[in-house]
């Protein structure tokens, strides 16, 4: 079965850093793209970073450039996403998930859940200000 499995949400006060992690299982994590998601109460999903299956390649979504840092070991089948400078803004329920096809695919400049075929349970992440 495929699994995704996200840990390392909690509560921060702004300014602080989490590090969540997504351990992928059932499928060949290596050629597929990988990307974070989120959905804060009341707000639609927001694509937040993505990473490509082999080459590296990475988009971060504006409001997180410079603060959060996307990476991936495909030895381990883990993601992980830094998560530094935390805002109240940043509070949200993250979600990982995989696309399969090499590329982070964009649409109008940013990610699009609907493009991913895996789904994580997700992890609270909450920022007090």
């Known amino acids: 079965d495929v699994q995704l499995q996200a840990s390392g949400g909690g509560l921060v006060q702004a300014g602080g850093s989490l590090k969540l992690t997504c351990a992928a299982s059932?499928?060949?994590?290596?050629?597929?793209?990988i990307g974070w998601f989120r959905q804060a109460p009341g707000k639609e999903r927001e694509g937040v970073s993505c990473?490509?299956?082999?080459?590296?390649?990475?988009y971060y979504t504006d409001s997180v450039k410079g603060r959060f840092t996307i990476s991936r070991d495909n030895a381990k089948n883990t993601l992980y996403l830094q998560m530094n400078s935390l805002k109240s803004e940043d509070t949200a329920v993250y979600y990982c998930?995989?696309?399969?096809?090499?590329?982070?695919?964009?649409?109008?400049?940013?990610?699009?859940?609907?493009?991913?075929?895996?789904w994580g349970q997700g992890t609270l992440v909450t920022v007090s200000s």
């Open positions: 998930a995989a696309m399969s096809g090499a590329v982070c695919y964009l649409r109008n400049s940013m990610l699009v859940g609907a493009y991913y075929d895996y």
């Open positions: 059932g499928f060949s994590f290596d050629d597929f793209a």
């Open positions: 990473i490509s299956a082999r080459n590296g390649s990475i």
